[in-house]
DNA sequence: GGGCTGACTTGCGTTTGCATAAGCCAGCGA
DNA sequence: TCGCTGGCTTATGCAAACGCAAGTCAGCCC
């Protein structure tokens, strides 16, 4: 099995599925979106109380965030109220789970204030702490050294 | 066990390692050169070659990331050349792996390109493909519906 | 039909990110 | 000592992201 890191120059990066997510969810606000939208945020102004960016920005992202299908934008309405809109996510959306949850592990270890982290996901069956670790499809947990680089079928060589 | 999304007006997000992580590495740019310096990048030409970005962004976001602790200059001599300098990762770089997994697992699967993924990460011992995956510390492998919040010593409580 | 409220939109100015093009600089080889 | 090369820096300009302040609009309540 050869490793694609020792002839790094042979292939290009064009077809790369992190510049292509990072395009999708690469900002900082849209994060924050979505790390809300998994906290079971919903409403707009919601979103914005507790995300921290003002009026514009949000309904832009929102607006984004739908037509990328992260989110999807349901009339609801609450008796004695107008219709109104909330923001659900979708399956695309709800699998950023582990994007979100790989940033926050790292960011609890590297970049936590002094007081520590401020929430933990627990599982819900035992009460343990959750985290995003990298595991083969045989079931082994690993770390970074014990990978390598395939080669899958959208690569692009060159020369 | 509370699962502190039934009252999300408790809690501020104040101090939340998900914004802190996305302050360090929030940008394109910055998450694309970490891809790079995963697969084993080091001299800035083949970091602007390889990420696609111009060298005045890339020499501003590599002293960034030196700032910030993910990469560290390191001079070097290589036979009959003069000294140079390579970015080298260090661990706080090297842990935002799972990370990088998991956007590259997530853009497979729902922003890929008819050919498919160009890269697949496998593990060395199996050959098998490599997931960031949600596990808690006992050892359950889990979906998102099996996740709870709790709150963790940082946690900022409201009136 | 007039007020109220949630959900935006509009307008404006600032900051950040990035491109392109050009210039600089250290030192090795000749 | 002079040119070449890798590794940047400087200059300039555009476009997107964002904040703040104010305005709009739909419809339920009264």
New binding site residues.
Partial sequence: MEDLRDDRDSWSSENCSVARAMDIVG???TVLIMREALLGTR????FVRRV??????M?????EMVAAGLLERIPYREP???????YQLTRKGRELLPVITALRNWGDTWAADDAGPSIVATHHDCGEPVRAVLRCAAGHEMADGDIDIAAGPGLIRRG
């Avoid at 409403?43 to 919601?46: K, Q, S």
């Avoid at 309904?59 to 607006?63: F, G, P, T, V, W």
């Avoid at 004695?80 to 909330?86: A, C, D, L, S, V």
């Fill in positions: 900002s900082r606000s409403r707009f102004d919601d921290g960016v003002g009026e514009p920005a309904a832009a992202r929102l607006k004695g109220q107008r219709t109104r809109h909330e």
